[in-house]
């Protein structure tokens, strides 16, 4: 299985010196929230630097909570919702489609660089998609760098 | 209510998808369900499925909500690992007598949290995952299972006592014996749905002898993402990504040799999906389907076909695959085929069988302990108008147990069997459904928030990673926590006392869980603090176990810093909490029912026997709709005679006010509450609505002479004549997909080629020597019809088939019809002079569905049939609550399915029209007025309809959006589209989730002590 966990020993290590991001993940209850729990429910390891939030549909994360994050001092921020066609509620997730893109722009005129705030669609049956996104997630910003508002840990 | 002499209960046998939305729908409308299952968890073979066709959504995503909802119900008993031993007594009073097989593990105290299975020393070969790979002797089903209890497999025990010692909450229980149970009820559904065929007993295909020859089921399994290498397509000799994939077609199906002539109906669907998906996973994947005849006859499934082949390449070729061999240096396969004659060879990394349904193992016992009748195949026996009744009068039967069918079929079924159940005992309604009585709610509006933090160690799931200590000590330091606590189990029964206990003690008025999911728990400790006079909604909970303790497992360092942040995060969340109300809406039960063809009526007769008062609108001057047209059934029965007695009875139900020759000019309303206003000025008040418009026979615009040739008609025209002995001469040809499976209509009509069998075989009955011929592209008798294809064939009629670019050409010679057509096997030209010429045309959505849609805000497809809620699991609803949709309105089917469907309509209608009052979400949107301009931007984001600009009646001239809270369904979808911070989400507000943001980064004590 390609889980890039760092050992316990090597952990242990990077705290205090090492950047360790702050990374928040918005998770719709139905789809990738369930996603989530079943990459728990199989053991599948992943980096530990993460916070999900659960809102009820990705349609609900405000463009707001993005921007409060990054001002705070966020290092990445992920939504995850369900695939097209698979929403709950029918079609949120093609809404939040729209919004993503839109804040990718917004927040690189704010000096961010785009690539710390990601969209995936994450079925309850993908564990495993759950954890490599949270891997290669957690990689992308630990090469980003922390956030200019003073990120990491 | 007068005193009943009926039993208020149904027994539900089989606790698949079926099984489920039966006893959902029956939990919902008033009745007691006991829903017995063989195997330890629900879930049936959908469980195992990994997407469904023709969306493609994950099987376990669309039905995991219904496994929860069931498991959880008030009103609904799970009895699992059981067999039912007698029935006893008649329709409206059962004594069933059963055996529940001992789990070994105590159902009351599991936990379901597996630590057993982790140190369980036995693996075997786990079913669930069809032997692709291994489980312990003590297991569950699935990881999603329902109920999430553990039994040990009494084979494969050895009885070693490690998961005794294991479990912490003293669930093991070697000694268990076997339990009898005797429960009362009133109807019993069947749905015990069905087994694969044994492709052993395909014995040139090499199943069991060669590796790489597969089931579709086991695929299946393979392509899941919780299968065996967690989707990657690997073949079992070698663990290599086959390159080529072979489909086999009808394993076990249309094969007089195995003993199973009907067709499967799904198979064709299913191999087209896993080819699909096979493909999505690995891009150089080929796979090729070989097949006989491709029955994509579904609603959109010749589209999903025709994607499968023009935008995944996917290959098909029409033939029977005679043989299968095994290369044995390679193990790759070598399949034998013929080809347009010719005999070919090809070599394929994978084969996969296409095995069918049989009715299950156990049918013929249950048919003998409940005492209904087999039909020859050995599924259970029903009629053409009682799709869902079995011979024994009381006892109903849904799903692949009657016949091979797919999961929306199955699922409107269910809830057409739900409806018959209800109706033999609609006065015991409400006698046997208890209500909790909770005590009255403090109202803790003007207190300090005083949170209680109950930290979970999950037998050692948590606490072998997290410090759960430190965890719990953290938490006292937060604001406004008073009170903090460590459990062994936070969710066990004795946990659930002493939370009531210290909410009482501490004067706690919020309550955090720092344990697993919400997703499984919360609704659990939601009643707890209920039951302690606390609001439900006062309640958060932190997710320690599966989203931290169980993917951190070797980073106990991290995985505790982590626990203190989620906690912090609830916490935060916690002191904003609110105490919310699930608003209630009056109903008003009464029904309308929208076309007054069979599906109308029988719809509208069932609503009445459920004690409902229905108002049925038929536009035309007479009941009956395109069964008044309709002269033939293939099962024999007379279409005329039934629905001319469906009119009689209709009319003479006082329960039930016909509306004939009127049509409707405008719905207004929502759930509960719709008034509805008919051209003719009248005013009907009701809570639901079923639309069952029907549809219509296409008439071709001069295509094939039609309309120019008197010699040339629609099939309907055409039965009408033989029927009253008017058809000339003795030649018959008959062009298939007329109007179908072709540009601007690509999908197909599902019931033509079956109706042309009936015609032709009647032809035959009555002329021997005529001569039939049937032009068609692919033969489409599905199920158990396709013996009238067989019988078809045997009367001497002739099938030809045509390519699909090569339509035949029909000219006017002089008056005498001349058909032209090149026979795809031979590439011969054919021309035939046929007396009539036959046209099997399409189905088309009927006059005025457009001018419905809109007035009850409904969406139709471009080919102007009606879209379901959820073309899966929600086969009769519409996204927006109380409208339901019934028969040819829905798309094209036979007169059972339309039945079946209208059924279901009562089923789902009932829901609501049991009921004097509905409880709204809990989680709704709101608006704050002062805030609110009316711009209308969140109008347009709202799926359900529930938001509406209407003036503002403080302020003239100005405008605002109204919440519907009836239709709303709590998704929030619309505040982030306000752009004045007007709406927000009860539950999930914005000062909530921002507040959870904050304190995810906030600095925490100890680091700051680090930073220091």
Known sequence: MSSA????????????????????????????????????????????????????????????FVLRAFQKGVDGVLVAGCHPADCHYIGGNYRTRRRIALLRMLIQQFGFDPDRLRLEWISAGEGEKFQKTMVSFTKTIEEIGPSPMGGGD | ?????????????????????????????????????????????????????????????????????????????????????????????????????????????????????????????????????????????YPQAVPLVYSIDQDKCIGCGICAEECKADAVDYDQKEKDFEIKVGSIIVSPGFDEFDPRLKAEYGYGVYQNVVSSIELERILSATGPHFGTVLRPSDGDIP?????????????????????????????????????????????????????????????????????????FVRSRVASVFEDPETKNLIVSYVEKGEPKEEEFGLVVLAVGLRPPEDAEALSKVMNFSLNDDGFCETGAFTPVSTSRPGVF??????????????????????????????????????????????????????????????????????????????????????????????????????????????????????????????????????????NPYLFEMANIRDQCSWIHMHEPTAATKKSKDLVRMAVAKSRLLESLENLTIDVNQQALVVGGGAVGMVTALELAKQGVKVHLVEKEKELGGNLLKLHYLQSGDDPMEYVQSLAKEVTSDPNITTYIGKTIKDIDGYVGNFKTTLESGEEIEHGTVTL???????????????????????????????????????????????????????????????????????????????????????????????????????????????????????EDKGGKIEVRVTDEDTDKEVVLTPDNLVLATGTRPSDGSEELAP??????????????????????????????????????????????????????????????????????????????????????????????????????????????????????????????????????????????????????????????
């Open chain 1, 5 to 64: 966990t760092p050992n316990a020993q090597s952990q242990e290590k990077a705290e205090g010196d090492d950047f360790e991001p702050k990374i928040i993940v918005f998770c719709c209850n139905w789809c990738s929230y369930a996603g989530a729990d079943l990459a728990g429910v199989s053991r599948l390891q992943m980096p530990p630097h993460f916070r999900v939030i659960r809102v009820m549909c990705s349609a609900r994360v405000d463009p707001e």
């Open chain 2, 855 to 1012: 007035m009850l805000k409904v969406p139709i497809m471009k080919e102007g049939f009606f879209l379901e809620a959820h073309m899966k699991l929600r086969p009769v609803d519409f996204a927006t609550e109380g409208v339901y949709v019934a028969g040819l309105a829905h798309g094209p089917k036979f007169l059972d399915e339309c039945i079946g469907q209208g059924l279901a309509t009562v089923s789902r209608a009932m829901t609501v029209l049991s009921k004097t009052t509905l409880e709204a979400e809990g989680i709704v949107a709101s608006l704050d007025e002062t805030f609110c301009d009316g711009c209308g931007l969140c109008v347009p984001t709202c799926e359900y309809k529930a938001l509406e600009i209407v003036p503002n009646e403080k302020e003239e001239g100005k405008k605002l959006v109204d919440v519907n809270v009836g239709l709303c369904k709590g998704c929030g979808a619309c505040i982030g589209a306000c752009p004045s911070g007007a709406l927000t989400q009860k539950g999930f507000s914005d000062e909530q989730i921002v507040a959870m943001i904050d304190a995810a980064l906030e600095e925490t004590a100890d680091k700051q002590e680090v930073k220091q």
């Open chain 2, 243 to 315: 390159e080529k994939i072979a489909f086999i077609q009808c394993v076990g199906s249309r094969d007089e040799k195995v003993g199973n002539e009907y067709c499967s109906g799904v198979c064709c669907m299913y191999s087209i999906k896993e080819a699909i998906i096979a493909k999505e996973h690995g891009g150089n994947i080929k796979p090729k389907i070989f097949f006989m005849d491709m029955r994509t006859f579904g609603k959109e499934f010749e589209e999903y076909y025709n994607r499968a082949k023009d935008e995944y390449g996917i290959e």
């Open chain 2, 397 to 534: 039967v849904s799903g692949a147990f009657s016949s091979p069918k797919d999961i929306p079929m199955t699922v409107a079924e269910a809830s057409g069997a739900a409806a018959k159940a209800a109706s033999e005992i609609s006065s015991a309604r409400n006698t046997l459904v208890t209500k909790k009585e909770y005590p009255a709610e403090t109202d803790v509006s003007e207190q300090e928030p005083r949170i209680g933090v109950f930290v979970c160690h999950c037998g050692i799931n948590i606490g072998g990673v997290v410090n759960v200590p430190s965890v719990a000590e953290y938490a006292k330091s937060l604001p406004n926590v008073v009170y903090t606590e460590e459990n062994l189990y936070t969710c066990s029964q004795d946990t659930q006392e002493k939370i009531k206990q210290m909410v009482k003690e501490h004067n706690l008025n919020r309550v955090v869980v720092a344990s697993c999911t919400p997703r499984t728990h919360e609704p659990l400790f939601q009643n707890t603090i209920k039951e302690a006079g606390l």
């Open chain 2, 1 to 141: 209510m007068a005193a009943s002499d009926k039993t208020g209960a149904v027994m539900v046998v089989g606790g698949g998808i079926s099984g489920l939305q039966s006893a959902l729908d029956l939990a919902d409308s008033g009745f007691k369900v006991y829903l017995v299952e063989k195997q330890p968890s629900i879930g049936g073979a959908m469980a195992q499925l990994d997407k469904t066709f023709p969306t493609n959504d994950c099987a376990m995503c669309i039905m995991a909500p219904k496994l929860v909802a069931t498991g959880r119900h008030h009103n609904i008993e799970l009895i699992t690992n059981a067999d039912i031993v007698k029935v006893d007594g008649q329709e409206g009073n059962f004594t069933v007598t059963g055996k529940q097989r001992a789990l070994r593990v105590d159902a009351s105290k599991c936990t379901g949290c597996g630590s057993c299975a982790q140190k369980c020393p036995i693996e075997t070969t786990d079913e669930y995952n069809e032997n692709t790979k291994v489980r312990k002797a003590i297991f569950v089903k």
């Open chain 2, 692 to 810: 069952a418009v029907g549809g219509q026979e296409y008439k071709p615009d001069g295509e094939y002479l039609y309309g120019k040739n008197p010699g040339v008609m629609t099939l309907l025209e055409f039965k009408a004549k033989l029927k009253r002995g008017e058809a000339k001469g003795d030649s018959y040809v008959f062009i298939q997909c007329v109007g179908s499976r072709e540009d601007g209509h690509p999908n197909c009509s599902r019931v033509c080629c079956a109706g042309t069998m009936t015609a032709a075989i009647k032809i035959k009955e009555k002329d021997p020597d005529a001569k039939v011929f049937v032009l068609y592209r692919d033969i489409r008798t599905y199920g158990f019809r396709e013996k009238y294809y067989k019988e078809a064939a045997e009367k001497g009629v002739t099938f030809i088939r045509f390519d699909d670019d090569a339509k035949p050409v029909v």
